[in-house]
């Protein structure tokens, strides 16, 4: 009866998907991974093997919950051998765009450090040329120091002949009231 309906309408089999998906196995699963994620730098092969079973175990329990879904949303979410590339494709992209931003990150420090270190030698010379200049600068105080002194004693003078020079005055002013008398 199936065949005979299947020549009247055609369409009843041209516009039909029939769901061929069925899980994999765990063991297939892994293989795939290990074949995709083998141009991966991983590091040692625990690794990549650990990442393997991981991507695997990740995509068996989309499968779970995707059932899950169906019995409590009555909607279908396949998981396919596409989705499951996808999803190592996904996994290189993001691994390879954090290996960029560690790479940023680690040129940054690098950068801060060299500044780092050249502040601090100029700081080092700066400090070695203050101490010069300190020299130089205990030098000159005691110089000026010197002169101080020098011009203290001067004025002294100075004052002491302007003192004189005064009383000098006050007689010739005195000398000069009388003659003028």
Known sequence: QFR?????????????????????????????????????????????????HHVAEVHASVGTVSQFYFETEK???????????????????????????????????????TTLKN?????TSLKEDLKVKMVEVDEKKVACDEFLEKMGIQRSQAEAAQADANVQRGKADVAAQEARS
């Open 75 to 113: 909607r279908h979410n396949y998981v396919t051998p596409t989705s499951f590339l996808e999803l190592i494709s996904f996994y290189k992209t993001l691994l390879a765009d954090r290996r960029a931003d560690m790479a940023a990150q680690i040129d940054r420090l690098a950068t801060g450090l």
């Open 119 to 123: 502040t601090n030698e100029d700081v």
């Open 4 to 52: 005979v309906r299947a020549r009247r309408f055609p369409a009843l089999i041209n516009c039909t998907a029939i769901d061929w998906f069925h899980p994999w196995p765990k063991d297939a699963l892994v293989s795939v991974a290990e074949h995709f994620l083998g141009d991966v730098d991983l590091g040692t092969e625990d690794v990549a093997g650990n990442v393997a």
